[in-house]
């Protein structure tokens, strides 16, 4: 049985999308498919904030300009741990 997401996650998907956790990760990737459990993404920038001086904000502002630097081929992120979800062309630049 096919699991069916919301229409506004549908409507991210196969679009590069920064993935806010409640950890200190941000994920930056191609969104390739959404279940009740996991997020995949493809050719994915997993970056650990808790490593850098670097906010998640400043993160996602500094990918939207200077585009994404995958480091894994493909990352599935727990939906549990997800705070917020959002395009990458959406990303207000200032």
């Known amino acids: 049985m ?31 498919s959404a279940g009740c459990d996991y ?3 493809a050719d994915v920038d997993v970056h ?3 490593d ?5 904000e400043h993160y996602a502002h500094e990918t939207r300009k200077l585009g994404s ?7 599935l992120v727990r939906v549990a741990r ?3 979800i959002s395009k990458l062309d959406d990303i207000v630049r200032f």
């Open 2 to 32: 096919a699991i069916k997401a919301p229409a506004e996650i549908k409507a991210m998907l196969n679009q590069q999308v920064v993935v806010d956790t409640d950890s200190a990760y941000v994920y930056i990737g191609r969104l390739v």
């Open 39 to 41: 997020l995949t993404l």
């Open 48 to 50: 650990d904030t808790g």
């Open 52 to 56: 850098s001086k670097t906010t998640k």
């Open 69 to 75: 630097r995958p480091n894994r081929k493909e990352v």
């Open 82 to 84: 997800v705070l917020s």
